[in-house]
C-alpha cells in the first residue's frame, strides 16, 4: 500500500549476552592463566604436600631434604627387621637404612610443576584442602641389608646339613631321591626391600612406638623331580674373603674360606647314581691369604724400615718438623692402600699452627709458613727406601738438604708435588714418627710396622757424580761500606750434585731377590753471594777479584758436601746424621708470595722442601 511505513526488525539488543559472555570467559582464561604462571613460578613446594607423611609444605627443596632425612634417620631408629626360617632367627636395626631422601623430595617438589596448564589448579586445590603424599624409596644401594640377607643365608647353610646335601670338608655329599631344600635369596632380597621401605613409611605417618616387621622363608623341595642345581650352587658357593682391620673400631673382621663346584659335574654324578644312593663330588676349596688369627697374631709385629735424620736449624723450623710428623703418627695403610703425604698433612697454613721458617722459592732463601715440613717427608721417603713398599710419587729437592743421603730425599708442594707410596703387602702397615732430643740436638725418626713372614728387607744406595763446586758472584748493594765484601749468609752457597739411586731387595737368607731403579736426583750449585758497593766501581777494574783496601766480613765458607754416606749395617733400617747446612731449608706453603715482593713467581718444578 502507498505510502506504508514499514518497522525495523530489532537485533541489536541481542549482542549483549555474547558480549558479556566473552568478557566473563576472557577474565576467567586470565586468571586461569595467571594462577598456573603464579604456581610455575614458586621455588617452593605446594601446601599439603608430604614424603611419606613427611610434612614438606611450602620447604624449598634444600630445606625439605633435610627435613626429610632427620625424620627418616629417627624413624630408622625404631624400625626393626626380623628374618624367621623354621628355628633360626635373625634381626637389623633399620638406623642405619639408606633411603633415597633425594628422589622422595623431587617428587614431592613435582606436585604442581610438572605440567604448565595444570599447575594453577593443583595449585588451588591444595590450598582449599587437597593433599598429596608421594613414597620414600630406598637407595639402590644398601649394604645393611645386603648383609643382613647374606648373614641369614649362611646362618641357614649351616643349620641345613641334612636336607639332602651337604658340605664334607672339600666334597659335597649328595642322597638321589632324597628332598633338596632350597630358598630363593634373590627373591627374599626384593622382600625384605619391600618390607623395611613400608615399615619406615608406616612409622613416618604417625605412627607411635617401635615398627616391629617379621619376614618367615619358606624353602622349596624337590620330591619326584630333579634338585635345582644352580640353587645348590647358590647356596654352597662361598666368596674367598680376607681377615681385614675396621680403622674405625680397630677391630679384625673374621675371614672366609671359599668355596665352589662345577655344576655339570654334579648333575652328572646325580644321573649316574641309583635312587636312595649317597655319592660326593670335590669341591674347590680357596683359603684366604690372611686370616683372623693370622692378622690378630701378626699386626704389626715387624720393624720393615726405619730412618732417622737430625733437625737443624731456627726453633720454627723444629716446630714445623715435629707438626707436620705428629700428622703423619700412627697412620695405618691396609694391603693395597696408598700413603699421600699432602692429604695427610694437608695445607700447611697458620691456622694449623705452622710458623714462618726458611723456604726455597726460584732459587732464593725466604721466610714462610711451613718452612722444614719437607724434612718429615724425607725422613719417612728415607725409611721407605729400607723397606718393599712401592713408591708411587717422589721429587727431588732443587738444593742439597744435608740431612739424607743425596738421592733419598723427597720434596713436597701441597697442590703441586707430593710424596706418596703404596702398601703392596698383604697385611696393614703403620708409620711411627718421634721427634726427640738428645745430646743438644734435635732428631726426627720414622719406623714402619708391618707383617713380614718372608723376612724381606731392603737396602738403598745412591751413586754421586757431576760435582759442580761454587762460584762466586758480586751483588751491587748501597748499603755496603766501600771498599768491603760482605758474604750473603741467607743466600748459602750449595755445591751442586748428581745421584742415582738404586734399593736393593734381599731374602731373609741374604740372597739379592732384585735391584729396583729409584730415579736420577740433581742437585743445583748455588754461588756464593758477595755484596759491595758500586762506588768501588766496575768489577773488571779491581785487582785479585777485589776492590782497593777490601776487607772481607764473614769470609765464604760454602756449604757442607754431601759425600755418599755407608750404608748402615742393620739391614732394613737407615740413620742419617749429615748436619744440614745453614741454608738448607724446606718448601711447604700453599700459595706462592704475592708478585710485588720482588720475588719471582714460584715453579713448582723448583719449589724444595
Known sequence: ????????????????????????????????????????????????????????????????????????????????????????????????????VGQGVEAAQQVGHGNFFTGGPQLVGHMLGMSSQVPLPLAEENFALDDFVSDMEQAVKDATVDHGYQVDGDRLLMTKGAPVTTINWDQTLGTVRETAQEAVEERLSGGEGPVEKTITLSASQSQQQDPDFEAIHREVYTEVKDASLDLESMEITDHTVGLDFDVQELKEAYYAARSGETFSIPLTVTQ??????????????????????????????????????????????????????????????????????????????????????????????????????????????QFNTGYVTLGMDATVYFGSLDFRFRNNTDYPVKIVTNSYDSNGKRYLNVQIYGTNPEGIYAVPDSVTYDKVAPTTVYVPDESVPRGTLVLDRKQYAYTGWSAHTYRYIYDKDGNQIEKQDMGT?????????????????????????????????????????????????????????????????????QTPPASDTGIAPIDPNMAAG
Open 1 to 100: 500500500m502507498e505510502g506504508q511505513r514499514v518497522a525495523k526488525k530489532g537485533g541489536g539488543g541481542g549482542k549483549l549476552p555474547w558480549i558479556i559472555t566473552g568478557a566473563v570467559a576472557g577474565v576467567l582464561a586470565a586468571a586461569y592463566i595467571g594462577t598456573c604462571v603464579w604456581a610455575s613460578g614458586r621455588d617452593t613446594i605446594l601446601p599439603n604436600v608430604s614424603v611419606a607423611g613427611i610434612d614438606v609444605s611450602g620447604l624449598t627443596v634444600e630445606q625439605a631434604r633435610d627435613t626429610v632425612r632427620t625424620a627418616a634417620d629417627q624413624a630408622g631408629q625404631d624400625v626393626t627387621l626380623t628374618l624367621a626360617y623354621e628355628d633360626l632367627e635373625q634381626s637389623l636395626n633399620c638406623a642405619g637404612l639408606e633411603l633415597d
Open 288 to 397: 684366604p691369604k690372611v686370616t683372623k688369627e693370622d692378622l690378630g697374631g701378626q699386626l704389626f709385629k715387624d720393624l720393615l724400615g726405619e730412618g732417622t735424620t737430625t733437625v737443624s736449624g731456627s726453633a720454627n723450623r723444629k716446630h714445623n718438623v715435629q707438626l707436620s710428623a705428629e700428622a703423619c703418627n700412627n697412620v695405618i695403610l691396609l694391603p693395597g692402600e696408598e700413603f699421600s703425604y699432602n692429604n695427610t698433612t694437608g695445607s700447611r697454613t697458620a691456622a694449623k699452627g705452622y710458623k714462618n721458617a726458611p723456604t726455597y722459592v726460584a732459587g732464593q732463601s725466604v721466610d714462610d709458613i711451613g718452612g722444614g715440613i719437607c724434612q718429615t717427608s724425607s725422613t719417612i721417603y728415607y725409611a721407605v727406601l729400607h723397606t718393599a713398599l712401592e713408591v708411587v710419587e717422589r721429587h727431588d729437592h
Open 521 to 589: 736426583s740433581k742437585y743445583n750449585m748455588r754461588p756464593n753471594s758477595y755484596h759491595y758497593n758500586p762506588a768501588d766501581g766496575d768489577l773488571s777494574t779491581w785487582v785479585d777479584g777485589k776492590p782497593g783496601g777490601t776487607t772481607t766480613t764473614d769470609p765464604g765458607t760454602t756449604a757442607p758436601e754431601n759425600p755418599d754416606t755407608t750404608t748402615p749395617a742393620d739391614p732394613g733400617t737407615g740413620t742419617s746424621d749429615e748436619t744440614e747446612p745453614p741454608g738448607a731449608e724446606d718448601q711447604g706453603q
